[in-house]
């Protein structure tokens, strides 16, 4: 199973985190607790993971679990990606 | 009427709906905006034309039809209908009860609710908006603590649609503080709840004949198998929501548009002054023409949103595009439209003005103006 953990940390880290110094996230960094991840960045992140990875992420599918972490995230991608095979 | 994208059933839905709305919800429609009236009977007619299950699956009563035939019959009802309080009212109806229910419902949910909401037995709509959480929506304060198998609902929400009149309200509320946007849990409450009530009726400037109001939740017990969706799931029911009535109300918009078109275009085609047609000064041709420029860019924006919305897409990004561009085209024209025809404009005895008091309504639900640009922006990585 492919790790994408770096993938999305590049593009959370680039795009989302911005400067201020919450960049070089962890794998396991609530990005909703340091507000990495709002209502409206969550959109974001959704439409840059149907476009890289491929595929259409269901609304009942975007919970905070799926979300929380850098990991979780991963972690969701490969389940979708393994549902898709 | 202008050609669109539509195939030939979806241009006969919307003929049709352009037909029923002059026959059946148009006589009487200006006394009842004058009295911010809502039509009861407008609204049964609605659910026996079958626009509450346009894109209902058959199953539950449903057309079943695509999101392009809603789009189609929504910007009929605009072009024809002169009570937009009801179709904003239905609208609410289907976008923001309705329509989650049936994505994120569980199967006795859709089916203690979907059938009856379909035939319009009974009202829907949602209860997000509070009086310090307006645009900052998941700042929300209204809770709901977990007792058992059931939620304790405490708080108040304003300026909902449908309040005074809904059978069932989707109540977003906060199931975990700690947790902001993602601590945010939506439930189905019915009217009768203990501890449910609604406010007095709210009066606008526009709209008036859709009811808005205030709901009061004090210890109002939820069942748990009335949480729609997963605890903290309240924010995508609330985008998805936000994103579908954005994608399909705003068409009614976009019919309206192309009515007020037509009549000044015929108006400056007829009306003389200084010894010619008005339309022949340019003064007045160029602003028809810019009103033909903005309603024909809002065809194109609504079309694309609904055909992504039809092709199983999201479009969060093009949905806030089209509702910002359509809403602020509509108050654009509608202004232009009562500019052209003067004082007759002015004139109560017309539509112009009512035009502009429910277009203004526009730039603020679904989220206002401001709130579509901070989603373009957010989209651009700014």
Not at chain 1, 36 to 56: H, N, P, T
Not at chain 2, 9 to 14: C, G, M, R, Y
Not at chain 2, 315 to 320: F, H, M, Q, V, W
């Amino acid at each position: 199973m492919a790790d994408y953990t770096d993938t999305i940390r590049s593009f959370i880290e680039k795009e989302m985190a911005g400067p201020g110094g919450k960049a070089s996230l962890s794998p396991s960094d609530s990005l909703i607790d340091k507000g990495i991840v709002d209502s409206l960045g969550v959109q974001r992140l959704i439409a840059y993971l149907e476009k890289e990875f491929d595929l259409q992420i269901a609304d009942t599918e975007i919970v905070p679990e799926h979300f929380e972490t850098i990991s979780a995230v991963a972690q969701f991608i490969n389940f979708k990606l393994g549902a898709k095979v | 009427m202008e050609p669109t994208t539509f195939t030939t059933e979806q241009e006969n839905f919307k003929r049709m709906a352009i037909e029923f709305a002059r026959r059946e919800l148009n006589p009487g429609a200006k006394e009842r905006e004058r009295r911010g009236e809502f039509s009861e009977a407008g609204w049964r007619k609605c659910a026996e034309f079958g626009i509450p299950g346009i894109t209902m699956p058959e199953e539950y009563g449903g057309l079943g039809l695509d999101t392009m035939t809603a789009v189609a019959t929504m910007e009929g009802l605009g072009y024809a209908c002169r009570d937009s309080g009801l179709i904003f009212s239905l609208n609410s109806h289907i976008w923001t009860c309705e329509s989650p229910i049936n994505r994120f419902g569980t199967e006795p949910q859709k089916q203690r609710y979907l059938p009856r909401l379909i035939t319009g037995e009974i009202k829907g709509g949602h209860a997000m908006t509070e009086p310090e959480a307006g645009s900052d929506a998941f700042s929300m304060r209204c809770r709901a603590e977990k007792r058992g198998d059931r939620y304790l609902l405490n708080g108040s929400k304003t300026f909902i649609t449908n309040a005074p009149i809904a059978d069932i309200l989707l109540v977003f509320a906060v199931t975990d503080p700690g947790k902001g946007f993602a601590g945010i849990s939506a439930f189905i409450v019915e009217k009768g709840t203990p501890g449910f009530s609604v406010g007095r009726p709210l009066d606008t400037m526009g709209l008036r004949t859709c009811p808005l109001g205030e709901v009061f939740l004090a210890d109002c017990e939820v069942p748990e198998e009335n949480r729609l969706g997963s605890e903290g799931s309240g924010a995508a029911i609330f985008n998805a929501e936000m994103e579908w009535e954005r994608s399909c109300l705003f068409a009614a918009h976009l019919g309206a548009m192309e009515k007020i078109l037509e009549e000044c275009v015929e108006y400056a085609r007829q009306r003389r002054q200084f010894g010619q047609a008005i339309g022949k000064c340019q003064s007045v041709s160029h602003k028809i023409a810019d009103m033909k420029l903005r309603t024909e860019l809002s065809r194109l924006m609504l079309h694309r949103v609904a055909g992504l919305k039809s092709a199983g897409r999201r479009a969060p990004l093009e949905s806030a595009m089209a509702k910002l561009f359509i809403s602020e085209s509509y108050v654009q024209n509608a202004t232009d439209a009562l500019q052209i025809h003067g004082a007759y404009g002015y004139s109560t005895e017309f539509d112009f003005e009512r035009n502009l008091r429910d277009a203004i309504a526009g730039k603020i639900y679904s989220g206002t103006s401001e709130i579509q640009r901070n989603i373009i922006a957010t989209f651009l990585g700014l």
